[in-house]
């Protein structure tokens, strides 16, 4: 099964606007990635946070962790029309090790 | 090279055909992955290879998929006797073992059985 859960499961928000994405997992991580997808092929990494983090930047883009609560958000500030594309989640037990993707968030960038 | 090359990017085969995926990770990345994904669905893990440790081949569905890697490279993907249900994008992705780097991931084969 997959180990994160993203919510929702689509967004649509005018450009401009920020966008948030929730994850949710269930077992303990190591460390928990983003990733976006344009047009069903291959991912990009975005940002990686460690279990021993809360809140990490690059750019747009926000993550915090809480362990406690087993979740995660990514938040895309100013959002472009260029930003969308589906969203994952993806955590990690050990290391770069197997990773577990949750079922993404569809966002959509309205111009 | 610079990215995950995988090949070929799209594939129709006829049911009951074996097919050969191929996925030439970046240089020095000593860790492979390949997962596949349904139409609109999340990753599905299949296998993972790291440095010349055994396999972890817990997620390949059936024994009709295997996979192999050949001088910590170029690894390929098989499946036999394939059947409908084998259709998904299968992507390949590489990364370091260490380090807060993430994967990297090819663009993916399109396999389509008909």
């Known amino acids: 099964s997959q180990q994160g859960e993203e919510d929702p499961q689509a967004l649509s928000i005018q450009e401009g606007e920020n966008a948030t994405m929730n994850c949710s997992y269930k077992?303990?991580?190591?460390?928990l990635q983003w990733y976006r997808q344009n047009s069903g092929r291959g991912l990009v990494h975005l940002i990686l946070?460690?279990?021993?983090?809360r809140e990490k930047h690059s750019g747009r883009l926000r993550v915090t962790l809480d362990t406690s609560k087993k979740s995660s958000s990514l938040l895309i500030t100013a959002s472009r029309a260029a930003d969308t594309a589906s969203y994952f989640c993806?955590?990690?037990?050990?290391?770069?090790?197997?990773?577990?993707f949750g079922t993404g968030t569809r966002l959509t960038i309205i111009p | 090279g610079a990215g995950v090359s995988q090949s070929p990017s799209n594939k129709v085969t006829e049911k009951g055909k074996d097919v050969e995926l191929r996925c030439d990770p970046i240089?020095?990345?000593?860790?492979l992955y390949w997962y596949r994904q349904s139409l609109g669905q999340g990753l599905e893990f299949l296998i993972y290879?790291?440095?010349?440790?055994?396999?972890?081949k817990s997620g390949l569905p059936s024994d009709r998929f295997s996979a192999e890697r050949t001088g910590g490279s170029v690894s390929t993907l098989t499946i036999q006797r394939t059947q409908q249900e084998d259709s998904a994008v299968y992507l390949c992705?590489?990364?370091?073992?260490?380090?807060?780097?993430?994967?990297?991931f090819g663009s993916g084969t399109r396999l389509t059985v008909v």
């Open positions: 992705a590489s990364s370091l073992y260490e380090g807060d780097y993430g994967y990297t």
């Open positions: 993806a955590s990690s037990n050990f290391g770069n090790e197997k990773l577990t």
């Open positions: 290879f790291q440095g010349n440790s055994a396999p972890d």
């Open positions: 077992t303990s991580i190591n460390n």
């Open positions: 946070i460690r279990s021993n983090e």
């Open positions: 240089s020095g990345h000593t860790a």
